[in-house]
């Protein structure tokens, strides 16, 4: 019903700034919650970042200072703005949405991050 395609991963090196996107097929604008996890091998997937309908934006404790959560309204995308990255940011990182309180998650497919010297 609604897809989500990642794109922006790659290899970086420590300390070096990386963005995500993540392009909507809905009005991005009119979606309830928007948000990026992320999942390192060996580990649960864990929320990063999320940004709801009227603008409200919350980090997790991990990346707060150094990443930003971020739309463009009128290309209907979803951004994750990294910097300052650590070998420990590596992992696949998820693009999510809800179009309303309590409905269905949409994920994207994923997009690797590799932070590494």
């Known amino acids: 019903q609604v897809q989500l395609v990642e794109s922006g991963g790659g290899l970086v090196q420590p300390g070096e700034s990386l963005r995500l996107s993540c392009a909507t097929s809905?009005?991005?604008?009119?979606?309830?919650?928007t948000a990026w996890y992320r999942q390192a091998p060996g580990k649960q997937r864990e929320l990063v970042a999320f940004?709801?309908?009227?603008?409200?934006?919350n980090y997790g404790d991990s990346v707060k200072g150094r990443f930003t959560i971020s739309r463009d309204n009128a290309k209907n995308t979803l951004y994750l703005q990294m910097s300052s990255l650590k070998p420990e940011d590596t992992a696949v990182y998820y693009c999510?949405?809800?179009?309303?309180?309590?409905?269905?998650?949409?994920w994207g497919q994923g997009a690797q991050v590799t932070v590494s010297s």
């Open positions: 999510n949405a809800r179009l309303s309180s309590g409905s269905a998650n949409y």
């Open positions: 809905t009005a991005i604008a009119s979606i309830y919650f």
């Open positions: 940004i709801t309908r009227g603008g409200s934006t």
